[in-house]
């Protein structure tokens, strides 16, 4: 069984940093994108940003560029989210997906496979 976990959430203030970090288990994800999607209250899910398999290929939404990196580490199925500079529009709940394709793909058809269960991100003014 398939299992995503997030970590890393919480309250911040406008201008700080978070690092979100999503353990996978339960399979080998060999050749799967990982992502982020977020979800704000009263809005539609987004896509956030996703990575490839080699890590050499990352895509982001134009909402987070720049100021966001996403990395994984095979070794342990973990996948990683820096934000920096975050504004008070970041709040929401982040979820980690994986995708069996493309980071293209998964940036383009914002689809996910699997899905952890979200952690939540508050930004205060």
């Known amino acids: 069984q398939v299992q995503l976990v997030e970590s890393g959430g919480g309250l911040v203030q406008a201008g700080g940093s978070l690092r979100l970090s999503c353990a996978a288990s339960?399979?080998?994800?060999?050749?799967?994108?990982m992502g982020w999607f977020r979800q704000a209250p009263g809005k539609e899910r987004e896509f956030v940003a996703t990575?490839?398999?080699?890590?050499?290929?990352?895509i982001y939404a134009k909402s987070v560029k720049g100021r966001s990196t996403i990395s994984r580490d095979n070794a342990k199925n973990t996948i990683y989210l820096q934000m920096n500079s975050l504004k008070s529009e970041d709040t929401a709940v982040y979820y980690c997906?994986?995708?069996?394709?493309?980071?293209?793909?998964?940036?383009?058809?914002?689809?996910?496979?699997?899905w952890g269960q979200g952690t939540q991100v508050t930004v205060s003014s």
């Open positions: 997906a994986i995708h069996a394709g493309t980071a293209q793909a998964m940036a383009g058809l914002q689809r996910g496979d699997y």
């Open positions: 339960g399979r080998t994800f060999k050749d799967y994108a």
């Open positions: 990575i490839s398999w080699s890590g050499g290929s990352t």
